[in-house]
C-alpha cells in the first residue's frame, strides 16, 4: 500500500534552518509528481511547494518563495524540503502528498519556528 512517512520537523529560532524528508513506498515514486502542503494552527491547508515526477520542474507559493527548495531523489524514493531563513509564521503541520491530485498524504512533520 502506497506510504508516505515525513520527518525532519523541530523547533527552531527564525531565520534557521530545517530538512525534511517524505519517505515514500507502495508506487512509483519516480512517476508522480509530488507536494509539500502545511496548516498552521487553525488554519486550513496552504500548498507549499511542488516537483515534477523527474524533478527538472519545481513551484513554490509565494510566501517561501526563495527561501524553500524542493527536491527529490527518485533512486531512494525521498522527497525533500529544505527550509532557510525560516519565520514564526512557518509554525505549522508540513505533508507531502502523492501526485497531482494529493490521493495519499503522509502523517505530517511539525515545524515550530520560535525564540
Known amino acids: 500500500q502506497v506510504q508516505l512517512v515525513e520527518s525532519g520537523g523541530g523547533l527552531v529560532q527564525p531565520g534557521g534552518s530545517l530538512r525534511l524528508s517524505c519517505a515514500a513506498s507502495g508506487f512509483t515514486f519516480s512517476s508522480y509528481a509530488m507536494s509539500w502542503v502545511r496548516q498552521a494552527p487553525g488554519k486550513g491547508l496552504e500548498w507549499v511547494s511542488a516537483i515534477n515526477s523527474g524533478g527538472g520542474s519545481t513551484s513554490y507559493a509565494d510566501s517561501v518563495k526563495g527561501r524553500f527548495t524542493i527536491s527529490r531523489d527518485n533512486a531512494k524514493n525521498t522527497l525533500y524540503l529544505q527550509m532557510n531563513s525560516l519565520k514564526p509564521e512557518d509554525t505549522a503541520v508540513y505533508y507531502c502528498?502523492?501526485?497531482?491530485?494529493?490521493?495519499?498524504w503522509g502523517q505530517g512533520t511539525q515545524v515550530t519556528v520560535s525564540s
Open positions: 502528498a502523492k501526485g497531482p491530485w494529493y490521493d495519499y
